[in-house]
C-alpha cells in the first residue's frame, strides 16, 4: 500500500479526521489506527501525518496514522517550469499583509500539443524583482513573463481526467523585459510569435 499524506484536519474523542494532500475528501481515522509512536495526546489539528489508505464498509478510512517527516506534506506541486506566457489581463496589487487579496490576472500559455490554455496568478505570485517592476505600471496586458506552474493536488483529484487544468495558477511569474525576449530559444520565440498572433484575432 502507498503511503500518503496530509494534516490533522479535526479530532472528536476517539477518533478525527485527515485532510489528505492528493485527495478530494478528508479521511477518518480511528484512534485504534495510531502507529505505535504517535499517542492520542499528540493528535492535534494541524498535525502532519503520513498513513496508508484502505477501504472499510465501502469507505476510504486511514491506517497506520504517524508523524510526518518534516517538508512531506504539499498540497501544491509544481507541475511545469520555466513556461513562456503572455499576461491578457493584469493582476490588482495588494500593498501590505492584511490587505484584502487583489483580483487575479490571466496568462495564456501554450500547453502540451501545442493548444493555447490560460492560467491565472495573483500579485503574490510575482517574483520578487517583478513585483517591484509592477509599482512602475510595466507589468500589464500585452507583457510577456516566464513563469512556473502549480498544481493543487486536491483540485486535480476532484476534477479527474475531466478537468486536466483544474487547480492550477502560476507562480514565480516573472516579467520579461524587451531585452531579454532577444534572449528567448527558438522554440520559445516561436510560441512568443504565435500568442502575438492570437491575441490579435482572438480575445480572452
Do not use: W
Not at 507589468?139 to 510577456?144: N, T, V
Not at 493536488?153 to 487544468?165: E, I, L, T, V, Y
Not at 495558477?169 to 520565440?189: D, I, K, S
Amino acid at each position: 500500500m502507498q503511503t500518503e499524506y496530509g494534516t490533522v484536519h479535526s479530532v472528536r474523542k476517539h477518533f478525527g479526521f485527515i485532510k489528505p494532500c492528493s485527495r478530494r475528501l478528508d479521511l477518518y481515522f480511528h484512534f485504534s489506527s495510531l502507529d505505535a509512536s504517535l499517542s492520542p495526546e499528540d493528535v492535534q489539528p494541524g498535525l502532519e501525518v503520513q498513513f496508508v489508505v484502505v477501504t472499510e464498509g465501502g469507505k476510504a478510512c486511514a491506517k497506520q496514522v504517524a508523524q510526518a517527516p518534516a517538508g512531506a506534506v504539499h498540497y501544491e506541486a509544481v507541475t511545469q517550469q520555466q513556461v513562456l506566457g503572455h499576461v491578457l489581463t493584469a493582476p490588482t496589487f495588494t500593498h501590505g499583509p492584511g490587505q484584502p487579496a487583489g483580483s487575479a490576472g490571466v496568462i495564456r500559455f501554450f500547453a502540451q500539443g501545442d493548444k493555447p490554455a490560460h492560467v491565472t496568478f495573483r500579485s503574490q505570485d510575482l517574483s520578487d524583482s517583478s513585483r517591484a517592476a509592477a509599482g512602475d505600471a510595466q507589468l500589464k496586458a500585452g507583457a510577456f513573463v516566464m513563469f512556473d506552474v502549480s498544481t493543487d493536488n486536491r483540485a486535480s483529484a476532484a476534477s479527474g481526467q475531466a478537468g486536466a487544468r483544474a487547480g492550477q495558477r502560476a507562480v514565480n511569474v516573472q516579467l520579461l523585459t524587451r531585452e531579454a525576449l532577444q534572449y528567448l530559444q527558438p522554440e520559445q520565440r516561436r510560441q512568443q510569435l504565435a500568442l502575438e498572433l492570437l491575441q490579435a484575432v482572438v480575445q480572452p
